[in-house]
């Protein structure tokens, strides 16, 4: 089983970006499609990006389509979440997650990791 490790969230105010890692181990991610997902205060956890295992193909959640880029590094074992012109409401703790399944990726991956929380002040 691959185990995930989130790291790059903090305060950044609004219109600022941010780049969210995620490192893997235990496993190449090569077999897996991997996903973004949020969690706001008092909400539940919503789908924010995937990736398919080559990264030819992505999906994105609406609210962050044209702002949030997801990458992977298949030789580093690492995925990537790039959050341009940020907003308070992207305030969450992000989660990265992992799957043999892009489609299931985006919706009850197998693998979570242990999030990382992001601050959007206004």
């Known amino acids: 089983q691959v185990q995930l490790v989130e790291s790059g969230g903090g305060l950044v105010q609004a219109g600022g970006s941010l780049r969210l890692s995620c490192a893997a181990s235990?496993?190449?991610?090569?077999?897996?499609?991997m996903g973004w997902f949020r969690q706001a205060p008092g909400e539940e956890r919503k789908f924010v990006a995937a990736?398919?295992?080559?990264?030819?193909?992505?999906y994105y959640a609406d609210s962050v389509k044209g702002r949030f880029t997801i990458s992977r590094d298949n030789a580093k074992n690492m995925v990537y979440l790039q959050m341009n012109s940020l907003k308070p409401e992207d305030t969450a703790v992000y989660y990265c997650?992992?799957?043999?399944?892009?489609?299931?990726?985006?919706?009850?991956?197998?693998?979570w990791g242990q999030g990382t929380l992001v601050t959007v002040s206004s």
């Open positions: 997650a992992a799957d043999p399944s892009v489609r299931v990726v985006t919706t009850t991956p197998a693998v």
């Open positions: 990736i398919n295992w080559s990264g030819g193909i992505t």
């Open positions: 235990g496993r190449t991610i090569n077999n897996y499609a």
